[in-house]
């Protein structure tokens, strides 16, 4: 069966395939039959873009276009934008090489801080550097200091932040310039909104463009707008007579600063306010013409390299000629004034011991252990405190110098009580030195402390070294004396807090005597609504001693103002060093006590801004006041004058009057004079001594005198016609 059914399969004819392909036709496989036709002859398929074309093309191409077409082209699609930040070196040394030729060189880019070697950039962050203190002491209105943490802060670099950040400042008001709109006015001592988000965002413009160089290009672009501006505009003014820099149309047109390398004006000196940008032309700082060369000769491109091998690498002390504070320097001095706080150690209690120690024994007290028992209870101690100045029970000046220095080494606090001593106001913390965290808390010339915080076998430990003399000193005392918890005096921030509430408690004496004198004045004055005050007499006749009196308390309200920002500051320094590494009993310990201190700030300045109106107030009464005496003074001046001069008229009248007269006889006398002198022969009278009689002269006299009166009245009518011709001429002219 099996072989005869394979030779019946064996013996069929076989299969053929004859179904054809059915026809697809759509847009899908068009596109993809295209798509392979393009595979298989790349040569037929053509540039489409920038992408395409080749390298060296291409960078010609971007070589012409202008830093802010780079922006644009960034966001045309990922390919531009990859290759642009990929080729951004390349590219932007190109642009800058045909346009920003010499700006480029005057302004040159600042160094981050991550680029510096560790010690290095450890040193340039130190708050004692004098370039640092002098930054953030007077900062400029329009310049924001460069950020400790990201720039460097050699002098190189904070020029070269300076200037950028100028660049983009002065570029901001080019169309108030332009206008003649005034620059707005910022008031010594504020700190406006506008202004701050202004140099906020050039800052931040600036600091991009240390990580970008298509940023740079960008600034360089916006100040070689500015310049063009500013040339065009004193190019306008035809009675600035000044030396300027020669630009044309083509010049401004082409966008390049060309017209910048040939001789011109010098523009070193830096324009510290606003004020300075309606005469300046074009700041190009770093630069300066060289008469022996006859060239510009530029600031060297490695100075930041000379200037970061100068900085010290060690903590820097200041020198003596540095301190604010008068130089302490106290020979010899028997006794010294401490105060330690001791804790007990199974309770929140507290025991404080001040006495004055010998300093013979001085080295015995520095070795004393740290625990004792106070009324049979073991207490530990967390503060030691050195009181220096003078005393105001024994009117001493202690400790001596010797002893201070020797307190300062074995504390390790040189270099806060050298900054503490150079500082007006303020409080800072310093690099840590041998495991003791430094700060140092200041208000000139009341207080200044410089103290450690060390934890020494797990027990925190407070040194402290207080310059406080009078009344600042009793409230210390009476401040330490008060029940405070352990876990808050082992707390580091705790004497910043004492100092903190000693401030607050001053201004709110202040500002009770301030409020004394101004309801005495208001008394005097009048000008208030108060129905519990009368006014006893009229101010008048001590009106400068009451202004006086007001002036001066606009004075204290200024002082009380820096005492209430000297204790915003103490407290924003405490929130931020609370969590500081310390057991777990002292972290949160402040916390209360800062609540309360903010709490009362906040009222302080409401306190102290209703009395500074009532200051103001009575200021404005007493200058109307002396206003309305000094115009009854004025009336009554006119009042005479005017008297005089209507006396002096009458006057003027009569004398007139008289020289008419005078003017009427006088023709009349010089005829008779004249003939009666013997210079004529008349003929002698004939007839009695009795008789009287005229004679031929009679007659002559009056020929004479008669037409020489009416000449002389002629001619003074005609010399008033030509006064009054004359004054008429000048008024109309005028010329007077």
Same mark, same amino acid.
């Given at each position: 069966?099996?072989?005869?059914?394979?030779?019946?399969?064996?013996?069929?004819?076989?299969?053929?395939?004859?179904?054809?392909?059915?026809?697809?036709?759509?847009?899908?496989?068009?596109?993809?039959?295209?798509?392979?036709?393009?595979?298989?002859?790349?040569?037929?398929?053509?540039?489409?873009?920038?992408?395409?074309?080749?390298?060296?093309?291409?960078?010609?191409?971007?070589?012409?276009?202008?830093?802010?077409?780079?922006?644009?082209?960034?966001?045309?699609?990922?390919?531009?934008?990859?290759?642009?930040?990929?080729?951004?070196?390349?590219?932007?040394?190109?642009?800058?090489?045909?346009?920003?030729?010499?700006?480029?060189?005057?302004?040159?880019?600042?160094?981050?801080?991550?680029?510096?070697?560790?010690?290095?950039?450890?040193?340039?962050?130190?708050?004692?550097?004098?370039?640092?203190?002098?930054?953030?002491?007077?900062?400029?209105?329009?310049?924001?200091?460069?950020?400790?943490?990201?720039?460097?802060?050699?002098?190189?670099?904070?020029?070269?932040?300076?200037?950028?950040?100028?660049?983009?400042?002065?570029?901001?008001?080019?169309?108030?310039?332009?206008?003649?709109?005034?620059?707005?006015?910022?008031?010594?001592?504020?700190?406006?909104?506008?202004?701050?988000?202004?140099?906020?965002?050039?800052?931040?413009?600036?600091?991009?463009?240390?990580?970008?160089?298509?940023?740079?290009?960008?600034?360089?672009?916006?100040?070689?707008?500015?310049?063009?501006?500013?040339?065009?505009?004193?190019?306008?003014?035809?009675?600035?007579?000044?030396?300027?820099?020669?630009?044309?149309?083509?010049?401004?047109?082409?966008?390049?600063?060309?017209?910048?390398?040939?001789?011109?004006?010098?523009?070193?000196?830096?324009?510290?306010?606003?004020?300075?940008?309606?005469?300046?032309?074009?700041?190009?700082?770093?630069?300066?013409?060289?008469?022996?060369?006859?060239?510009?000769?530029?600031?060297?491109?490695?100075?930041?390299?000379?200037?970061? %091998?100068?900085?010290?690498?060690?903590?820097?002390?200041?020198p003596a000629s540095r301190q604010v504070w008068q130089k302490y320097d106290i020979p010899k001095c028997p006794t010294i004034n401490v105060t330690?706080?001791?804790?007990?150690?199974?309770?929140?209690?507290?025991?404080?011991?001040?006495?004055?120690?010998?300093?013979?024994?001085?080295?015995?007290?520095?070795?004393?252990?740290?625990?004792?028992?106070?009324?049979?209870?073991?207490?530990?101690?967390?503060?030691?405190?050195?009181?220096?100045?003078?005393?105001?029970?024994?009117?001493?000046?202690?400790?001596?110098?010797?002893?201070?220095?020797?307190?300062?080494?074995?504390?390790?606090?040189?270099?806060?009580?050298?900054?503490?001593?150079?500082?007006?106001?303020?409080?800072?913390?310093?690099?840590?030195?041998?495991?003791?965290?430094?700060?140092?808390?200041?208000?000139?010339?009341?207080?200044?402390?410089?103290?450690?915080?060390?934890?020494?076998?797990?027990?925190?430990?407070?040194?402290?070294?207080?310059?406080?003399?009078? %009344?600042?000193?009793?409230?210390?005392?009476?401040?330490?004396?008060?029940?405070?918890?352990?876990?808050?005096?082992?707390?580091?921030?705790?004497?910043?807090?004492?100092?903190?509430?000693?401030?607050?408690?001053?201004?709110?004496?202040?500002?009770?005597?301030?409020?004394?004198?101004?309801?005495?004045?208001?008394?005097?004055?009048?000008?208030?609504?108060?129905?519990?005050?009368?006014?006893?007499?009229?101010?008048?006749?001590?009106?400068?001693?009451?202004?006086?009196?007001?002036?001066?308390?606009?004075?204290?309200?200024?002082?009380?103002?820096?005492?209430?920002?000297?204790?915003?500051?103490?407290?924003?320094?405490?929130?931020?060093?609370?969590?500081?590494?310390?057991?777990?009993?002292?972290?949160?310990?402040?916390?209360?006590?800062?609540?309360?201190?903010?709490?009362?700030? %906040?009222?302080?300045?409401?306190?102290?801004?209703?009395?500074?109106?009532?200051?103001?107030?009575?200021?404005?009464?007493?200058?109307?006041?002396?206003?309305?005496?000094?115009?009854?003074?004025?009336?009554?001046?006119?009042?005479?004058?005017?008297?005089?001069?209507?006396?002096?008229?009458?006057?003027?009248?009569?004398?007139?009057?008289?020289?008419?007269?005078?003017?009427?006889?006088?023709?009349?006398?010089?005829?008779?004079?004249?003939?009666?002198?013997?210079?004529?022969?008349?003929?002698?009278?004939?007839?009695?001594?009795?008789?009287?009689?005229?004679?031929?002269?009679?007659?002559?006299?009056?020929?004479?005198?008669?037409?020489?009166?009416?000449?002389?009245?002629?001619?003074?009518?005609?010399?008033?016609?030509?006064?009054?011709?004359?004054?008429?001429?000048?008024?109309?002219?005028?010329?007077?």
């Amino acid at each position: 069966m099996r072989n005869s059914s394979a030779t019946a399969l064996s013996d069929e004819p076989p299969l053929v395939d004859l179904t054809q392909a059915l026809p697809v036709k759509s847009k899908r496989t068009e596109r993809l039959r295209k798509k392979l036709q393009k595979k298989a002859h790349p040569k037929l398929v053509g540039a489409r873009g920038f992408e395409d074309l080749p390298y060296e093309l291409t960078m010609s191409i971007f070589r012409l276009l202008r830093p802010r077409d780079f922006f644009a082209l960034c966001r045309v699609s990922k390919g531009l934008r990859a290759f642009t930040l990929a080729e951004e070196s390349r590219i932007c040394e190109s642009v800058i090489e045909l346009r920003y030729p010499v700006l480029a060189r005057c302004l040159q880019r600042p160094v981050l801080m991550e680029n510096l070697d560790e010690p290095v950039r450890q040193a340039l962050q130190s708050p004692l550097r004098p370039e640092t203190q002098t930054m953030y002491s007077k900062p400029y209105q329009h310049v924001q200091p460069p950020d400790l943490t990201l720039v460097c802060t050699c002098m190189t670099c904070v020029l070269r932040w300076n200037s950028l950040c100028l660049a983009l400042d002065f570029a901001h008001w080019q169309d108030d310039l332009d206008t003649g709109k005034p620059l707005p006015i910022i008031p010594r001592g504020t700190h406006p909104d506008w202004n701050n988000n202004l140099l906020s965002k050039n800052a931040a413009m600036v600091l991009k463009s240390m990580r970008s160089s298509l940023w740079y290009m960008r600034i360089l672009e916006i100040h070689l707008g500015a310049i063009i501006r500013s040339v065009r505009r004193h190019g306008q003014n035809r009675g600035n007579q000044r030396r300027r820099f020669l630009m044309t149309e083509e010049d401004a047109c082409n966008e390049t600063d060309v017209f910048l390398e040939p001789h011109g004006p010098q523009t070193v000196d830096f324009p510290f306010s606003r004020d300075n940008y309606y005469m300046l032309e074009a700041y190009l700082p770093g630069r300066s013409w060289s008469a022996d060369r006859n060239r510009w000769v530029y600031f060297p491109a490695n100075q930041h390299d000379t200037d970061v %091998e100068r900085v010290p690498q060690a903590p820097v002390n200041f020198p003596a000629s540095r301190q604010v504070w008068q130089k302490y320097d106290i020979p010899k001095c028997p006794t010294i004034n401490v105060t330690e706080i001791w804790s007990h150690d199974d309770s929140l209690a507290t025991c404080v011991e001040s006495r004055p120690i010998s300093s013979f024994a001085l080295d015995n007290w520095l070795e004393e252990p740290a625990n004792k028992y106070i009324r049979a209870d073991p207490y530990t101690r967390t503060v030691r405190l050195v009181w220096v100045g003078e005393d105001p029970g024994t009117f001493r000046h202690s400790p001596s110098t010797r002893e201070l220095q020797q307190l300062l080494a074995a504390w390790n606090l040189q270099s806060g009580y050298d900054y503490a001593l150079s500082c007006y106001a303020g409080v800072a913390a310093l690099p840590p030195q041998h495991g003791a965290r430094i700060f140092t808390a200041t208000y000139h010339p009341k207080l200044a402390m410089a103290w450690t915080h060390a934890i020494i076998d797990g027990t925190p430990e407070v040194n402290m070294v207080v310059f406080a003399e009078g %009344e600042e000193r009793k409230e210390l005392l009476l401040a330490l004396k008060s029940q405070w918890s352990s876990s808050f005096v082992s707390h580091p921030m705790f004497p910043a807090f004492l100092c903190s509430l000693m401030l607050s408690q001053e201004l709110d004496i202040t500002l009770d005597d301030i409020k004394t004198v101004v309801r005495n004045v208001e008394a005097r004055t009048g000008h208030h609504r108060f129905s519990t005050r009368r006014q006893v007499r009229p101010a008048a006749g001590e009106l400068g001693s009451l202004s006086a009196e007001m002036s001066g308390c606009a004075a204290k309200l200024a002082n009380g103002t820096r005492k209430l920002k000297v204790v915003e500051a103490l407290n924003a320094f405490m929130i931020k060093n609370a969590e500081y590494d310390i057991p777990a009993k002292a972290r949160n310990a402040p916390t209360s006590h800062l609540g309360l201190i903010s709490q009362r700030v %906040e009222m302080q300045f409401v306190d102290s801004a209703y009395v500074q109106q009532r200051v103001q107030v009575q200021i404005a009464a007493l200058f109307h006041l002396i206003a309305q005496q000094d115009n009854a003074i004025a009336f009554e001046t006119a009042s005479a004058t005017r008297s005089i001069a209507k006396d002096s008229l009458q006057d003027s009248s009569s004398m007139k009057m008289l020289a008419l007269v005078a003017m009427f006889f006088l023709p009349g006398s010089f005829v008779a004079a004249l003939f009666s002198t013997p210079l004529f022969d008349w003929e002698k009278t004939e007839g009695s001594a009795i008789s009287v009689g005229t004679k031929p002269q009679f007659a002559l006299f009056w020929a004479v005198a008669v037409p020489l009166t009416v000449a002389t009245f002629a001619l003074y009518a005609m010399w008033i016609v030509m006064q009054k011709k004359r004054l008429k001429r000048r008024l109309t002219t005028g010329y007077v």
